[in-house]
């Protein structure tokens, strides 16, 4: 079982850069892929970003792609999520999760993740 911590989260102006973290305790954090999802109030929750257990495989919603990157350190059970060049559209509640999942090719579905910290805000001001 894993227990997801978040930080990182803050407000910044449009165009400025967040590094979220994302702490795991419990056993095999790097057996595990490891996702970033957001969700504004009032809407669905939807994919960011993920990554594969060891680092090799990552994908990102389209919407964040060439301004996010997805990272992790297997040794700090941590996986990071660098924003840059923000927008206001970026602002929402970011949640970490994590799959246990052994290839390369991380899932970006709400379903297939069974752990997930509780969310950090992040704000971006305009």
């Known amino acids: 079982q894993l227990q997801l911590v978040e930080s990182g989260g803050g407000l910044v102006q449009t165009g400025g850069s967040l590094r979220l973290s994302c702490t795991a305790s419990?056993?095999?954090?790097?057996?595990?892929?490891m996702g970033w999802f957001r969700q504004v109030p009032g809407k669905e929750r939807e994919f960011v970003a993920a990554i594969s257990w060891s680092g090799g495989g990552t994908r990102y919603a389209e919407s964040v792609k060439g301004r996010f990157t997805i990272s992790r350190d297997n040794a700090k059970n941590t996986v990071y999520l660098q924003m840059d060049s923000l927008k206001p559209e970026d602002t929402a509640n970011y949640f970490c999760a994590a799959d246990f999942r052994l290839n390369q090719r991380p899932n970006a579905g709400q379903s297939d993740y069974e752990y997930w910290g509780q969310g950090i805000q992040v704000i971006v001001s305009s």
């Open positions: 419990g056993r095999s954090f790097s057996s595990y892929a």
